[in-house]
């Protein structure tokens, strides 16, 4: 099994920045995936940012939304899971899920075999 957690979120002015952090403990991987989804109230959960691992291979993607605003990073499988969230907009508030997953697609959640229990971020205009 796997347990994560996610921390780092809060309340932000429009354009301001925040770091959210996953910290996994448990089993580990060689390849895996492990990647941020977002779901504001009354929407759908939405695909915000990803690193793909393979052996000392690492891709990262992220979500047209986020793009050049957004960057996803972990050193290695005993770091955190981060996630630098600059020029924040109030359209980014949502609650914030950290995720792990070993095959599939990377940008679906339904993908994701482990999930945490989520970090409110909220920005104000």
């Known amino acids: 099994q796997v347990q994560l957690v996610e921390s780092g979120g809060g309340l932000v002015q429009a354009g301001g920045s925040l770091r959210l952090s996953c910290a996994a403990s448990?089993?580990?991987?060689?390849?895996?995936?492990m990647g941020w989804f977002r779901q504001a109230p009354g929407k759908e959960r939405e695909f915000v940012a990803a690193?793909?691992?393979?052996?000392?291979?690492?891709?990262?993607y992220y979500a047209d939304s986020v793009k050049g605003r957004f960057t996803i990073s972990r050193d290695n499988a005993e770091n955190p899971l981060y996630l630098q969230m600059n020029s924040l907009e109030p359209e980014d508030t949502a609650i914030y899920y950290c995720?792990?997953?070993?095959?599939?697609?990377?940008?679906?959640?339904?993908?994701?075999?482990?999930w945490g229990q989520g970090t409110q971020v909220t920005v104000s205009s």
């Open positions: 690193i793909r691992v393979i052996g000392w291979n690492y891709n990262r």
């Open positions: 448990g089993r580990t991987f060689s390849s895996y995936k």
């Open positions: 995720a792990l997953g070993v095959r599939g697609a990377t940008m679906t959640s339904d993908e994701y075999e482990y």
